[in-house]
């Protein structure tokens, strides 16, 4: 299958998720990603806000947990800059102060920037992942440039509410392997 034909067929996979299943997926997600993820070490995380529209993971979860269990750990959250087409990631001081964007997108305030330089983790939005690692995402490429501008050592996880295909098979230079991905039944290391 090519790319677009992924995109669309997990998309409408994720789409037919009822309210319920969505609801009962995003929490095992949650549970599963603090079973198996190591925060100790960890003092910058940013993680996607989930287009919900699009049954994209309910992250939420993951930042309200965090933000309880783990109160000395920062979190940043993704922007768009419209002017140079990249994504920016800005501390989350209070959820409260988000915004949504006309996509439907929840955006901070271009107030805190979080230097690339000192995420340790990158919580990775994707419709499709494959058994080596690949993710594809909407295809215009944010997360793997901003992938690019990050330490070696930050860890890139991808959250999917869906198993993985065996094979992506049209992989390209610029596509960044994740390190791990968490689903709602367990955890793949790569």
């Not at 860890?155 to 689903?183: A, F, M, N, R, W």
Request: aromatic share 10%.
């Amino acid at each position: 299958m090519t790319k677009q034909e992924l995109r669309k067929l997990y998309l409408e996979k994720r789409l037919s998720l009822s309210e319920a299943e969505y609801n009962q997926k995003s929490e095992a997600l949650c549970k599963i990603f603090f079973e198996n993820v190591n925060l100790s070490a960890v003092n910058v995380l940013h993680i996607f806000l989930p287009i919900t529209k699009k049954r994209e993971p309910n992250t939420f979860l993951i930042i309200e947990r965090i933000q309880k269990e783990f109160p000395s750990i920062k979190i940043s959250v993704p922007k768009i800059n419209t002017e140079t087409d990249t994504l920016e990631s800005f501390y989350l001081n209070n959820l409260d102060e988000l915004e949504l964007t006309s996509w439907g997108i929840p955006e901070p305030p271009s107030v805190n920037p979080t230097p690339s330089s000192v995420i340790d983790v990158v919580l990775v939005p994707l419709l499709v992942f494959d058994e080596t690692g690949h993710r594809l995402g909407y295809g215009k490429g944010f997360y793997d440039r901003f992938l690019l501008t990050c330490k070696a050592s930050c860890k890139k996880i991808g959250l999917s509410l869906l198993p993985p295909i065996e094979k992506i098979s049209t992989i390209e230079d610029h596509d960044q392997k994740l390190d791990l991905v968490v689903t709602p039944s367990k955890t793949f290391y790569f």
